[in-house]
Every structure is written in structure tokens, then in C-alpha cells.
């Protein structure tokens, strides 16, 4: 019984882990998505991106810096850093509030 609930933990891992690529292309993916949208937040209109933080949400872009132990992604610091910077070429008010969520996590991870 043990041994099958190993097998399928690390099962699980093996689906949520990313690649260093694997990271970067869906921080640029969703930075594209981001610019798309962009034009859609007018003073006239909602300012605030719910659609992004969807995005984000679904992507599972909060685990980057949870170490894979845990069920993150394992991003190291500049992994961390260098997906952060394509967020903010989307839209930087989503990639700078991401970054508060992204130490946060990180830094909790860290320090288990």
C-alpha cells in the first residue's frame, strides 16, 4: 500500500514540474495574453485585470518559486527573476503584484 501512494506522489510531481524552458514559455505566454488584453483596461472600463490573475491562477505560475519537494515548480532565484521580467513586458501592475505573491511563497518555501 505504501509503495503504490509513493508511486503516485511522484506521479503527481512529475506532472507539476517545469522545466527552466518550460517556465520561461508560459511566463511569456501569459505576458502575451497580458498585452492582448491591455487595451481592453480604460478609465471607462473595469482598471482592474481579473482576466490576468485567471490566467495566472490556471497556469499554476504561483508554485515557480516552491521547491519540487513540496509540489512547486523549483524555480531558482533567477529563473524567478527572468519569467518576472516577461510577466512585466505584458503588463507590469499584474507582474509587480504577482511579485509580492511569488517572495512570499518563495521566501515561506525557503525557509522549511
Request: aromatic share 8%; no cysteine; hydrophobic share 40%.
Amino acid at each position: 500500500m505504501g509503495n503504490s501512494l509513493t508511486t503516485m506522489l511522484d506521479d503527481l510531481r512529475r506532472q507539476f514540474m517545469r522545466s527552466r524552458d518550460e517556465m520561461l514559455s508560459i511566463a511569456s505566454d501569459l505576458a502575451a495574453r497580458f498585452s492582448e488584453r491591455a487595451e481592453q483596461h480604460t478609465e471607462d472600463s473595469d482598471p482592474f485585470p481579473y482576466a490576468n490573475f485567471e490566467d495566472i491562477r490556471a497556469s499554476g505560475y504561483p508554485l515557480l518559486p516552491v521547491p519540487e519537494e513540496y509540489g512547486g515548480w523549483g524555480a531558482t532565484l533567477l529563473d524567478t527573476v527572468q519569467a518576472q521580467e516577461l510577466l512585466r513586458s505584458g503588463a507590469g501592475s499584474t507582474a509587480l503584484v504577482i511579485t509580492l505573491l511569488v517572495l512570499a511563497v518563495g521566501g515561506e518555501a525557503a525557509a522549511r
